[in-house]
């Protein structure tokens, strides 16, 4: 899923049962393992799996807490070794979000801030993003890296949506923009000459999973800075124009669509004397 599910779930187990990380394993799911997992989605995968994890845990070490008692400074490896064989290691955590009490549809919420800096030419429709600054609630993150590289990826991708992936049907409903000679998804260029990340400091989330907050798909929300930015000059060069008049484009702003806003015409086009 691209949600560091499979880092985050491996440090909580390291952490809860006291074990070095390189002894976890995590293996793909399926439903013979989870007969009804159900679906991932809202970027709050890697929270409930953390929950059922930290579960499964506490089961474990409540039956090796007598031993613990007996051998504090056992290792764990010797501590699983003077087991006795009537002792289970198997256990299995399960968890799904219960309803809000206070009648919110969400737990919680998610918030965010960016701005955008971009350089616009108007003859050609060409949009270069100067600098883009973000300051994120992500409660206490569990892997700082890893979100870190969820919000920056999760920017890109709206970075995408505001500015260049147009999907076009022909009049039989045919989808026209099937390669990337008609479709232009973000690439290495796309990505914002200057780049910051700053996680809010200071917010546990008291009402998340390890007071952490979900991470991923809100980021996307905040490339409509970009949106806005562009916008804002597309306005700059109608009033160049003479055009001071409220105008309505909508996203994807596409490089033909800015072009053809900023009424540029050959009789703009005066030689300085």
């Known amino acids: 899923m691209g949600q ?3 880092t985050k ?26 007969a009804n997992g159900g679906t991932t989605g809202g970027s709050g995968t890697s929270e409930v799996c953390c929950q059922a ?13 007598p031993y613990k008692k007996k051998q504090p400074n056992a290792s764990w490896l ?21 309803s809000n009490p206070n009648g919110e549809e969400f737990q919680y919420y998610v918030w965010g801030a960016c701005v955008s800096e971009i350089e616009y030419d ?3 429709g060409m949009v270069n993003v100067l600098s883009s600054e973000i300051i994120y ?11 870190l590289g969820q919000i920056e990826g999760a ?13 076009d049907y022909d009049s039989n409903g045919l989808l026209e923009s099937i390669g990337t000679w008609e479709y232009k998804p973000p690439l290495a260029q796309d990505i914002p000459s200057i780049f910051n990340v700053t996680l809010l400091s200071g917010a546990p989330n008291k009402g998340g999973i390890l007071r952490s907050k979900a991470v991923g798909e809100p980021s996307i929300v905040l490339a409509n800075s970009i949106y806005f930015a562009t916008k804002m000059a597309i306005k700059s060069s109608r009033l160049d124009a003479g055009d001071s008049n409220y105008f309505d484009v909508n996203a994807p702003l596409t490089i033909d669509v800015r072009q053809t806003s900023s009424l540029v015409s050959s009789s703009r086009f005066i030689m300085p004397k």
């Not at 440090?11 to 390189?22: F, K, N, P, R, W």
């Not at 499964?56 to 039956?63: D, F, L, P, S, W």
């Not at 920017?155 to 999907?167: D, V």
């Open 137 to 147: 609630d992500n409660g206490l993150s569990i892997n700082p890296y890893v979100d």
């Open 155 to 167: 920017f890109i991708m709206g970075l995408g949506y505001m500015l260049q992936e147009r999907i």
């Open 9 to 34: 779930v491996s440090q909580v187990i390291s952490a809860e049962l006291g074990v070095d990380i390189s002894f976890i394993r995590v293996t793909t799911p399926s439903t013979s393992r989870i």
């Open 4 to 6: 560091g599910i499979n």
């Open 53 to 65: 994890a930290l579960e499964a845990c506490r089961k474990i070490n409540a039956r090796l807490l």
């Open 122 to 124: 108007v003859l050609s």
């Open 78 to 98: 010797e501590l699983l070794s003077s087991l006795s064989p009537d002792v289970s290691l198997n256990a299995d955590g399960w968890y799904s979000p219960s």
